[in-house]
């Protein structure tokens, strides 16, 4: 078995596991943002969202829900960034979501996202292209 993650739901490679639901386990993050930082997985293997099945949207997205209650009635955070990468900067193929507490003044404020402007017309432009098809 190949995938890290497969191997950890199945036992195979060590991990702190905090959730295991029929459908989903969650544990530590090996190298967190913060401590408490959760990886929630399918137990079967999914690369990513686009191919995750329906019946799995639930429980994974129960599970992320559970874990962002028990990092703030546990662990003192002040709430959550919940987040996941789909092959961009995702380093494990078997798609997982992040839960990492938050706490104002932690030091993550826009830690990450660099944001631009739209120009002239590409707002609309856009908008109308995902609106075609969602
Ligand atoms: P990403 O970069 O979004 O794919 O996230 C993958 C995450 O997996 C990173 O935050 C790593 O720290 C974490 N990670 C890698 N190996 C392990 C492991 N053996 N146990 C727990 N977490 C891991």
């Not at 408490?36 to 019946?55: C, F, I, K, Y």
């Not at 662990?75 to 992040?98: D, E, I, K, R, Y």
Request: proline share 7%; glycine share 6%.
């Amino acid at each position: 078995m190949s995938c890290l993650f497969c191997r950890i739901v199945s036992g195979q490679e060590p991990a702190e596991v905090v959730l295991e639901r029929d459908e989903v386990v969650g544990f530590l993050d090996v190298r967190p943002v913060f401590p408490g930082h959760v990886l929630l997985v399918p137990r079967v293997h999914v690369d990513t969202l686009t191919e995750l099945p329906d019946e799995l949207l639930v429980p994974l997205f129960a599970a992320a829900r559970e874990t962002a209650a028990a990092v703030k009635d546990v662990l003192g955070a002040q709430g959550s960034f919940v987040a996941m990468n789909n092959t961009v900067s995702q380093s494990v193929p078997h798609l997982h979501v992040h839960v990492v507490p938050r706490t104002k003044g932690d030091g993550l404020r826009g830690f990450f996202w660099p944001r631009v402007r739209y120009a002239e017309g590409q707002a609309q432009d856009v908008a109308a292209r995902l609106r075609a098809v969602l």
